[in-house]
């Protein structure tokens, strides 16, 4: 079936770890999205990319990355300067087609708790 | 700058009410807004609305857009326990394929 799979779904790193949260589509989809969503709150952008080995950053890219060398890939890594990772992250994509015909799909989340 | 507002940020009914939740938005190169469900995982798809004034329905939810006074609101009606969730709007442009989000309505249903 298709659709967008994260792993790990719950995760704990220590502080000063970098963690890596995988998201593979297989949709075919262009454009690739990490939300992190905190308790209570809506969803925020972290990075984005539309196409193979390029991405922008979203609104709170500090103190995470990103990498884009597949189009079904898109790993983020929470790196130890994020001082305050602990949130629920979405992984999502998206066609990159014109008019109105495309939604936003998203992947079932990665927790992530520091200890 | 581009922004998503939902409102009320959270409501508590009974079973069996009717509640509208709110969606305005300032979004440049409009393409399309986006309602999705979210029950302590991923966001599903309930409706997305391109043209104003066409209801889009699904059961007992049914949502409406404005794009002349840039709002869009999502009807429940005969609120069930079920529908306990955060109700998320966004919106996506056509400048850079971005989808702008609100911070979403948490609806409680009480039996």
Redesign the interface.
């Known amino acids: 079936d298709g659709g967008i799979t994260q792993s790990p779904k719950y995760l704990f790193r220590k502080e000063g770890q970098n963690v890596t949260l995988s998201c593979e589509q297989n949709l075919n989809h262009d454009?690739m999205?990490w939300?992190r969503q905190d308790p209570?709150?809506?969803?925020?952008?972290i990075y984005?990319s539309?196409i193979v080995n390029d991405f922008?950053k979203g609104d709170i890219a500090e103190g995470y990355s990103v990498s884009r060398e597949k189009k079904e890939s898109f790993p983020l890594t929470v790196t130890s300067a994020q001082k305050n990772p602990t949130a629920f992250y979405?992984c999502?994509s998206?066609t990159?087609q014109?008019?109105?015909g495309?939604?936003?799909?998203?992947?079932?989340?990665s927790w992530l708790t520091v200890v | 700058e581009d922004k998503v507002v939902q409102s009320p940020l959270s409501l508590v009914v009974h079973e069996g009410d009717t509640v509208t939740l709110n969606c305005s938005y300032e979004v440049t190169n409009f393409r399309s807004l986006l309602w999705y469900k979210q029950e302590k995982k991923a966001p599903t798809f309930l409706f997305m609305l391109t043209s104003s004034g066409i209801e889009k329905k699904s059961g007992r939810l049914s949502s409406i857009l404005d794009k002349k006074e840039l709002f869009s609101i999502l009807n429940i009606t005969a609120t069930q326990t079920g529908d306990s969730a955060i109700y998320l709007c966004a919106v996506a442009s056509n400048t850079g394929n971005q989808f702008y989000f609100g911070t979403g309505t948490s609806l409680t249903v009480i039996p």
């Open positions: 454009a999205y939300y209570g709150q809506g969803l925020r952008l984005y539309q922008q979405l999502a998206s990159l014109g008019g109105s495309n939604t936003i799909y998203f992947g079932e989340g």
